[in-house]
């Protein structure tokens, strides 16, 4: 199982034949064997997902938040009950608001879709974990 570590570039696309084909670019650094990735196989790639900060429920779980009318006024994001009453304490692992993102995030089953070895650069389709210039390491 080979690892190779190196940088997200960006999202575009690229052309096969006649079909248009959406890729995230990854420039691979200078130590590790290239010649383990062939074009079409497909890979896990690791990576520390984007940060969100503090965000809400409604980012943070995809709650549905309230209704917009019957008299709500400033509850349209709230997260509505959090449990009844005879518990009288909050049970633990509620989902509630909090800090979002930031963490290590494995993305399996992604395809290689064209490998440039002069500039070390490989195309990978779907959606590659990290912000742009993040660290990705891509797992065969």
Do not use: C
């Not at 400033?74 to 009950?81: K, T, V």
């Amino acid at each position: 199982m080979a690892r190779l570590t190196g940088k997200k570039l960006k999202m575009t696309q690229i052309w096969k034949g006649d079909v248009v084909i959406p890729v995230t670019l990854v420039k691979l650094d200078e130590a590790g064997d290239i010649s383990t990735l062939v074009e079409n196989s497909m890979v896990a790639v690791t990576g520390v997902t984007k940060g969100h900060g503090f965000a809400g429920v409604v980012k943070r779980h995809n709650f549905g938040g309230g209704p917009k009318t019957h008299g709500q006024k400033n509850r349209l994001r709230a997260p509505g009950s959090i449990g009844n009453t005879a518990a009288q304490r909050v049970i633990p692992g509620l989902r509630m608001a909090g800090h979002m993102g930031v963490i290590r995030k494995t993305v399996k089953g992604l395809k290689v879709v064209a490998i440039n070895a002069e500039t070390r650069e490989v195309s990978i389709r779907g959606a590659v974990p990290g912000p742009r210039k993040g660290s990705v390491e891509i797992s065969s």
